[in-house]
């Protein structure tokens, strides 16, 4: 017997989860009102990016979708840089349509997290934007993870595989159209907009969708992290998200990638550049964690 929709629960990262959708059938909106892609975008996208970011490289940086936005190389290492988080990634293909990069498990990642040293989940909900924070060398712990970002899209798509390497499911994390620089310092930069997709692996073709952390949204609005306005705009994204992507199977969703597997030099743990931007990404603080 399946899953009931609306059935609620806590997902392996201690976030909550609602089942929202199965493929195949009709997306229910989750936002209260529809507006184009553009305008929710525009809601989210501020001029406040580069403070989040805290690096000159952001200013100098190109949106995807822009003509003159540059190309990496396969095999390439880059940064996937969310604000104050930064990870690693090595490039698999980028084209048009967007770009294709994989993270080894073991790999170097820069994290945010509370300066009394609480991982993130276990701050209560209602201080977690709250808190001051520190930046952390951490790994990517459990098996790689193959990243999506479609060109000028809201949200990457990222496919999670188990210990033996068969498709555990695919993550759609809602953030800003990506930006990019090249050169020395290639990275793509981005900001997490809290709220995700997730696509179970089983019942192929009416997998069930879950949407997660609803609840943290709800704090961000309420310790300042977003207007209410805002918080809606999100909520817009992620309809998008599910009907023009989930449930139409738009790309990267119909190629296959749940099944690709790295390489061996692919798949060598990756470590985070010795530059001086990144030593001062090593030295930031902030007093309050909805900072970047």
Do not use: C
């Given at each position: 017997?399946?899953?009931?929709?609306?059935?609620?629960?806590?997902?392996?990262?201690?976030?909550?989860?609602?089942?929202?959708?199965?493929?195949?059938?009709?997306w229910t909106r989750i936002a209260t009102?529809?507006?184009?892609?553009?305008?929710?975008?525009?809601?989210?996208?501020?001029?406040?990016?580069?403070?989040?970011?805290?690096?000159?490289?952001?200013?100098?940086?190109?949106?995807?979708?822009?003509?003159?936005?540059?190309?990496?190389?396969?095999?390439?290492?880059?940064?996937?840089?969310?604000?104050?988080?930064?990870?690693?990634?090595?490039?698999?293909?980028?084209?048009?349509?967007?770009?294709?990069?994989?993270?080894?498990?073991?790999?170097?990642?820069?994290?945010?997290?509370?300066?009394?040293?609480?991982?993130?989940?276990?701050?209560?909900?209602?201080?977690?934007?709250?808190?001051?924070?520190?930046?952390?060398?951490?790994?990517?712990?459990?098996?790689?993870?193959?990243?999506?970002?479609?060109?000028?899209?809201?949200?990457?798509?990222?496919?999670?595989?188990?210990?033996?390497?068969?498709?555990?499911?695919?993550?759609?994390?809602?953030?800003?159209?990506?930006?990019?620089?090249?050169?020395?310092?290639?990275?793509?930069?981005?900001?997490?907009?809290?709220?995700?997709?997730?696509?179970?692996?089983?019942?192929?073709?009416?997998?069930?969708?879950?949407?997660?952390?609803?609840?943290?949204?709800?704090?961000?609005?309420?310790?300042?992290?977003?207007?209410?306005?805002?918080?809606?705009?999100?909520?817009?994204?992620?309809?998008?998200?599910?009907?023009?992507?989930?449930?139409?199977?738009?790309?990267?969703?119909?190629?296959?990638?749940?099944?690709?597997?790295?390489?061996?030099?692919?798949?060598?743990?990756?470590?985070?550049?010795?530059?001086?931007?990144?030593?001062?990404?090593?030295?930031?603080?902030?007093?309050?964690?909805?900072?970047?």
């Amino acid at each position: 017997m399946r899953t009931p929709q609306g059935t609620t629960g806590v997902s392996a990262s201690g976030g909550t989860v609602e089942l929202v959708g199965r493929r195949g059938a009709d997306w229910t909106r989750i936002a209260t009102a529809s507006r184009p892609l553009a305008e929710a975008i525009a809601e989210l996208d501020t001029p406040d990016q580069s403070t989040a970011h805290a690096d000159p490289a952001y200013e100098r940086s190109v949106a995807s979708s822009s003509p003159s936005a540059p190309r990496f190389e396969v095999g390439q290492q880059i940064l996937w840089r969310y604000g104050r988080v930064i990870e690693t990634a090595r490039v698999v293909r980028d084209d048009d349509r967007g770009l294709v990069a994989w993270t080894p498990s073991g790999s170097a990642r820069l994290d945010a997290v509370p300066s009394d040293g609480r991982r993130p989940r276990e701050v209560p909900l209602e201080e977690r934007f709250l808190v001051p924070w520190s930046a952390v060398e951490r790994t990517w712990t459990g098996p790689g993870i193959l990243r999506v970002a479609p060109t000028g899209m809201p949200w990457s798509v990222w496919f999670f595989r188990r210990e033996d390497g068969t498709p555990d499911g695919v993550y759609i994390n809602i953030e800003l159209p990506h930006r990019r620089i090249g050169g020395e310092e290639a990275a793509v930069f981005t900001r997490d907009l809290v709220l995700d997709l997730w696509i179970d692996a089983e019942h192929r073709g009416e997998e069930d969708i879950w949407l997660k952390d609803e609840d943290e949204l709800l704090a961000a609005v309420d310790q300042g992290r977003f207007s209410p306005r805002q918080a809606e705009a999100v909520r817009m994204l992620a309809d998008h998200a599910g009907a023009d992507l989930i449930m139409a199977a738009a790309w990267p969703l119909d190629e296959g990638w749940e099944e690709w597997t790295p390489d061996e030099h692919t798949d060598l743990p990756l470590v985070l550049p010795a530059t001086p931007s990144m030593a001062a990404a090593r030295a930031r603080s902030g007093v309050r964690s909805s900072q970047g």
